[in-house]
């Protein structure tokens, strides 16, 4: 940037460097920086105009580039590709790390290794029998050898363990990356090439390029603005502001990757890519994209050139704002050791202000942890407390046995030579405890989600949902209300003209065209022509006798199909009158709910044509066109006739009614002034109106009354008007006759939802949006108090949970606050589908049927899990803490746990987790927020089959021996052989697991546990591949296993009592549960009211509680508290040092403390660092770390 005013003369020379553009990368990222009209001298001194610019980068603002693979190729080496490259994925090693750090584990491997350091040491023969009773009895030599095999399995099974967890962990970190790729991939963008206008995916957008740029882009490419109607951008993401910044070619044409389009259209030719756009920038400030490549060399020396270049650009440029900024798609973490906190950058809405507890959320930048996570974490941690309560009585009960027994019956001294004997007695009691604790640790259930949720996502691919957030497709399982649009949800989205008043006459079906006064039918196509998007066109079809394609905005395009039904052309009027020739457009937007198009006659006079809602620009009309092609006057006693009598009709009928007009300004009064609205949207005079169907999607009325009857309310919220929208709410099965139910006007709903103060009042929503059904004429901000009004309700008995669907750029808000934010992935526009978790791929109201089935099925999948895993808990802790106490030995040695526990955790949750969903799930009603995981039912199911596993394991513990004729296995010294007798029992308990899996698999006390069982072969096969490993280890595990094996007998009575699970599940599922008042559940989410005060405080800047914080959080509040303090005033001193501009951060901090108080408030947090001159050393990465440091600080201070 140092060379800013010798660029002209550098051109030439640079020009050789890079080929044969006539501007360099450099020039073009300098040029960028600035900002309206410093921008434009910078134009206007280094290459005259935006057109020099365009020949300087050799393309057409017309016909763009040329699209030949060789230009394209050289561009991207030149001025690189149009994609930042992500940061690197966790390494397996990294994640086998992560998995080692288990505290369990960690315990385990300590035990297993003074286990094993102790099986070595032999004392001197002598001195054995001096140890008492429990040591002596070593019969053979090879039996003392083999000591250290328990160790050295324990130490394998960890391994086992730690691999089966780092690899679920890395498989499914893949598939995210996957997801985000096909995100990225799915995202389009319309540019010129070779005249042609094509859509290309974003990364493939190359410098040079003319894009077209409409309402609802997010701009993928740093640009300049070559032609512009009425553009407005909302640059929040990069600045801030939360006004929108109005661009035009004379004032500020600098447009920005990573905004927003928020109104009208144009063009631009694209002048920076990827990590050269002012998006990539900031994202190499904060050290994403950097990667350790080969060719160290070369990246340090590019890295010192960077330094340099960031040196002088931060010395030069006093006074630009360096914007830490809000990426769109990435989450960027700075690893701990650079930063000190994790930082997050996330597309900001505006409206929403960027939330608190969004820099404190890692990398799920949504509301809250989902429900169900929250339930489990706070229910694996009590587990997790009881196991170890239970762990440590069984380690002290046995230690005192010992001793007693030893010292005080036997009498014995202590010897020093029997020391190491006693400390490996020691050593087993306390492998014995960690195994009671990792058997009692459900560590298998943050993996069941895990996989339960990867394994519905991938499959809800196939049925038309991309899910971006893992946690919405759970939440959609307990969804309680819909909010749905209508054009393209629940109708086709293909809209024609079906009727028509037009010349006085009310046409039921469309005109022929020789019935139309010529020059009536010249005015209306012409003004149909010119004032739809040059976007929108229709296509011939695809394939041979379908439909023609319907591209761009659908309204539109049923008026051009209206034109062509007429017989007229409507592409050769606009081949004639380019989109250049246009003299003003004023586009659609929510507010003026029409569009215009300003026109220059060649006698110096305009003409504008205008349409819009026929209610609103009737209202806007003084004369209208009659039937022999003269305009008379229109009276609002004429209009009230018309409504009456045509619009009525038409929009009873569902159709929406459009009014097409037009208004000429004579030459001899002057230009008349453009920008003020009010005086040029008014006397029209009215061509015609016409009433466009589109026809509501056959497969609706079927998905709304599953719906219906899974207890899901369903909302229409449409901009249409009222008549239109009740009609197809009927036609759609959401209004049934004989129901009472509202259906009211975006207007009429604020003033009742209002007090006089004209604010919004919690009570006055709550007395309407029980019965409303829908809402029409609504603006976007209606359906976002709608979305929070039912939210933040608190009448029903569970709070609701809201899925809303959207395609606008301004239903943003409403997507973010909703629990479940659908967005069109066909209509959508880039805004929409970032705000949202699940992007239609269909755009079909069906496909959410489908995500609620799935998130029940989810919801499901977790309960059946945790069935089967505290059955298997609650007998294996009880078998080892009694087995331990009566016979000083756990029955179930480590490493048999250690294989019960992978049993049960891995592989059942892998087993369960993977059940397909029925339509049956979508005949209950939702289980709502706070409905226990673990209902009476289940409750009933565990501890049944835990009195049935109990029984059997004691009977065999205590009186097999005698059944089966064989020795005892109680009472055996230290490293005594493995007993046939504690085989059996290991082999029984583990059969009766295997059956009780497949009782698992239903949980609402179902007769037929069987019922789709071969639907599923992930369950048949693991429930197969476990009986044949544990056949392996009973019959060749041997030592390490402390297995002996078994007879054929044996094998079929263990398997035989374990089928006994199966009966007994029968006459467990034949006792009503509400008999058994003795039942309770488990598994509650948090109450609000459970929580104390000062800790509702310290979550205020949380949207939501997240409970296993909450639970692991008591003791390291004031801890908390201190650190922010601390960390507060480095930041405020650091601040100081670098010369950053202090005021941002208290401006930060007072919009923070403000955002607590408003909900939509426009709290602009201007996070711009101002550089001074005085920065020497400061490098970016630093101030950028004191920016976003601040940030977070002052949220827990202010």
Known sequence: LGDGSSGVKNSMVEANHDGEFGCTLKELRSLMELRGAEALSKIGESYGDIQGLCNRLKSSPVDGLSGQPTDIEKRKTVFGQNFIPPKKPKTFLQLVWEALQDVTLIILEVAAIVSLGLSFYKPPDAKRENCGRAAGGVEDENEAEAGWIEGAAILLSVICVVLVTAFNDWSKEKQFRGLQSRIEQEQKFTVVRGGQVIQIPVAEIVVGDIAQIKYGDLLPADGVLIQGNDLKIDESSLTGESDHVKKTQEKDPMLLSGTHVMEGSGKMVVTAVGVNSQTGIIFTLLGGGEDDDDDEEEKKKEKEEKKKQRKSKLLTHTHTHTHTHRLTHTTIYNSKAQDGAAMEMQPLNSDEGADAEEKKKANLPKKEKSVLQGKLTKLAVQIGKAGLVMSAITVIILVVLFVVDTFWIQNLPWDKDCTPIYIQFFVKFFIIGVTVLVVAVPEGLPLAVTISLAYSVKKMMKDNNLVRHLDACETMGNATAICSDKTGTLTMNRMTVVQAYLAEKHYKKVPEPESIPPSILDILILGIA???????????????????????????????????????????????????????????????????????????????????????????CYKILTANGESKVFRPRDRDDMVKKVIEPMASEGLRTICLAYRDFPASEGEPDWDNENDILTGLTCICVVGIEDPVRPEVPDAIRKCQRAGITVRMVTGDNINTARAIATKCGILQPGDDFLCLEGKEFNRRIRNEKGEIEQERIDKIWPKLRVLARSSPTDKHTLVKGIIDSTVAEQRQVVAVTGDGTNDGPALKKADVGFAMGIAGTDVAKEASDIILTDDNFSSIVKAVMWGRNVYDSISKFLQFQLTVNVVAVIVAFTGACITQDSPLKAVQMLWVNLIMDTFASLALATEPPTEALLLRKPYGRNKPLISRTMMKNILGQGVYQLVIIFSLLFAGEKVFDIDSGRNAPLHAPPSEHYTIVFNTFVMMQLFNEINARKIHGERNVFDGIFNNLIFCSIVFGTFIVQIVIVQFGGKPFSCVALSIDQWLWCTFLGFGSLLWGQVISSIPTSRLKFLKTAGHGTQKEEIPDEELEELEDMDEIDHAERELRRGQILWFRGLNRIQTQMDVVSAFQSGTSFQGALRRQASNSSQQQHDVTNVSSPTHVAFSTTTTTATAANTASATVGCECVFSSSA
Request: charged fraction near 30%; glycine fraction near 6%; aromatic fraction near 8%.
């Open 530 to 620: 010119v004032n739809c998007a040059y976007t929108t066109k229709i296509m011939p079809p695809e394939k041979e006798g379908g439909l023609p394609r319907q591209v761009g905005n659908k309204t539109e395009c049923a008026l051009l199909g209206f034109s062509s039904d007429l017989k007229r052309d409507y592409q050769a009027i606009r081949n004639e009158i380019p989109e250049e020739k246009l003299y003003k457009v004023y586009t659609f937007n929510s507010v003026r709910k029409s569009m215009s198009t300003v026109l220059k006659m060649a006698d110096g006079s305009y003409r504008m044509f205008s349409k819009g809602a026929s209610e609103i620009l009737l209202k806007k």
